[in-house]
Each structure stands twice: as structure tokens, then as C-alpha cells.
């Protein structure tokens, strides 16, 4: 039986061991002249770290439409969200500058959850390949992943960097937006104690999850055990890096290993279909220059909008497009049970 999704090469260098490879690059990145030193790029302070990690998020964000439309089947199946729910969009929020704030905040807390389901979606591949009962546990490991991730950005040491795009609405007078003012406030004084709180009991979290498998594995079930190294994994590395930043380069490392592990995704399920359609299955050189192909296409527009004035209105109303068609797009094509997906 199958036990990994791609081998077990590409499966530990793109899906499994990310988690732990960022969080020592993150490390080791800290307090250098690569993440301190300042730079300028469209106008606006950053570093390399910051430089790299946004083209970084970008492409991967990018990377959906290669799912979506440039799968011919895909395309042919939902023609409206994909073609003419985008343009729309983006003329919205780039007519109107509430629109561009409430998407922007959408666009922050829906990626949270995003990254949660990404990693439970993995999970749940793996244990189909090791012949385990698909709705066994299937609600646990569901909101371990969410809560292990949204639990410490909620509470950790990065809160007041999420909360801070609450600020957009000092631009407003309602009631909703002076709520949402005094959120970050009234949360931040609060702070202390909900880090210790989630870093307490999402430790506790992880090991029982892990005990919890062990008692199936015993009872003669057959897990993925490299579902729940995943979990586990991301689960810890997201508790003690967003919780705490210790080393300040949290946003560096989560986002490094989510971006990596959703590129070699699309990598693995797509490519397949593209060689066949330019014919070019048994050309022995077609799938690298295919792969170097996708990933400067992915990068080139993460540097296009890191190098670009986002100040212009199109512009900015384009990246938000980019990144609410991805979290949209992202969460049912993972749901269609499709061969080609």
C-alpha cells in the first residue's frame, strides 16, 4: 500500500519536514544582517527576510489558478467562480475603500484558518494511503489543527501583529468599528495570560493527541504514522513560534513551510496534466524546464507585487483578489473527489 502521497523523498523534503527545516532556518536567520538590516523596496522599509518571505506568500498565493484554470476540467466545472466572480471582485474593492479594508481584514483571519485545513488536509491523505477509517477521529484532527494554529496567533507574542489591521477602521465612526478598535486594546492587556494559557494547554493538546493514536494503533486500527508526526509537528512548531517568537522571525517560518508545502502540491497534482496536454510526456527534459517554468512563474509575480507601489488602487485590489480567490478556491477543489484533483 501507497503510504506516501508523492515518494518518500519528495514527500519529507516538501511536506513533512518543512515544519522543522523553517523553524531552524528561522533560528538561524535571527539577529543576522539578512533579517535586521533595513532596505527599501517600492518605497517601504523591510529586510531580506522580509523581502524573500513576501515573494514567498505571494507565489504561493498565486499558485491556485494553476488548479484552477489551468486545469481544463476544473475550469470547465465551476466557469463562474472562476471567471467571473474575480473581475468582479476586484472592481469592488478597488471602487470602494471600505470594501478594501473589510476584504483586507477577511483576507488576514481567513488565512489562518486556511493554513489549519491546508495541514489537515495532508493528514487526512495520509491515513486514507494507510488504510485508516477516513471518519475515524476525523473532528479531532480537524480542530487540533485549527486551534493549534489559531490558538497561539490569538494569544501569542504575534496578536498585537494580526490585531493591527483592526486600525483600518479608525476611518469609520459606526459602532462596529469602534468595536473593533478597542479589540486589540482590551485583548492586549490581556496577553500574558492567554499565551501562557494556549502554550499550557496546547502542549497538553499534543501529547494526548499522540497517546490518543497510540490507544488506536493498540485496538489493531492503522494510522498514519506520518499524519501524526505532521501534526504533532506543525502543531508544536506553531505553539512555541507564534506563541512566543523567541527568536522574532515567526512570521518568516510558518509562512515559509505552509507556502513550500502548498507549491509542492500543486506541483504534484498538476504537472502530470500540463506534460500531457503539450504532449511532452517522453521528452526527457520536459519535466524540469516544466517545473522551472512554474516556479518563476510563481515567483516572478511574488516579486512583481513585493516591488511594485501597492499604493495604487488596482494593484492592491489585485493582491487581495489573488488571496481570497486562494483561500476560497483552495478549500473546495481539496473537497472534490476527482481523480484529476
Not at 517601504?44 to 489551468?70: D, Y
Amino acid at each position: 500500500m501507497k503510504r506516501y502521497i508523492v515518494s518518500p523523498a519528495y514527500d519529507w523534503l516538501l511536506f513533512l519536514a518543512p515544519p522543522v527545516l523553517a523553524l531552524g532556518l528561522g533560528v538561524a536567520i535571527s539577529g543576522s544582517g539578512f533579517a535586521t538590516d533595513a532596505l527599501v523596496v517600492a518605497g517601504e522599509p523591510t529586510t531580506g527576510a522580509g523581502l524573500c518571505i513576501g515573494v514567498l506568500i505571494h507565489a504561493h498565493l498565486v499558485a491556485v489558478f494553476f488548479r484552477s484554470h489551468a486545469n481544463p476540467k476544473i475550469l470547465r466545472r465551476f466557469p463562474i467562480r472562476f471567471l467571473v466572480i474575480p473581475p468582479l471582485v476586484w472592481l469592488a474593492i478597488a471602487l470602494s475603500p471600505w470594501l478594501a479594508i473589510l476584504a483586507t481584514v477577511v483576507a488576514t483571519f481567513w488565512d489562518v484558518w486556511h493554513s489549519g485545513a491546508q495541514t489537515f488536509g495532508f493528514g487526512r491523505i495520509y491515513d486514507r494511503n494507510a488504510g485508516f477509517p477516513v471518519h475515524e477521529a476525523r473532528r479531532l484532527d480537524f480542530w487540533l489543527n485549527q486551534l493549534l494554529y489559531a490558538g497561539p496567533i490569538l494569544a501569542g507574542a504575534t496578536l498585537m501583529e494580526h490585531l493591527v489591521v483592526l486600525e483600518d477602521f479608525e476611518t469609520f465612526e459606526d459602532a462596529l468599528s469602534n468595536f473593533l478598535i478597542l479589540v486589540p486594546v482590551d485583548v492586549g492587556q490581556r496577553q500574558r495570560w492567554l499565551t501562557w494559557g494556549v502554550m499550557g494547554g496546547g502542549t497538553v493538546f499534543v501529547a494526548f493527541y499522540v497517546l490518543y493514536y497510540v490507544r488506536l494503533w493498540r485496538r489493531g486500527l492503522k494510522p498514519s504514522w506520518l499524519k501524526v508526526w505532521l501534526y504533532a509537528s506543525t502543531g508544536l512548531c506553531s505553539l512555541y513560534t507564534w506563541g512566543l517568537n523567541s527568536w522574532g522571525e515567526a512570521f518568516f517560518i510558518m509562512n515559509l513551510f505552509h507556502a513550500v508545502q502548498y507549491l509542492g502540491l500543486v506541483w504534484a497534482t498538476e504537472h502530470g496534466g500540463w506534460l500531457k496536454r503539450l504532449r511532452l510526456e517522453a521528452a526527457p527534459l520536459a519535466r524540469p524546464l516544466l517545473a522551472s517554468v512554474f516556479v518563476a512563474l510563481v515567483l516572478g509575480y511574488g516579486l512583481f507585487v513585493e516591488t511594485l507601489d501597492t499604493s495604487w488602487t488596482g494593484l492592491w485590489a489585485l493582491t487581495l483578489v489573488v488571496s481570497l480567490m486562494h483561500f476560497w478556491y483552495d478549500a473546495f477543489i481539496w473537497s472534490v473527489r476527482d481523480k484529476q484533483v
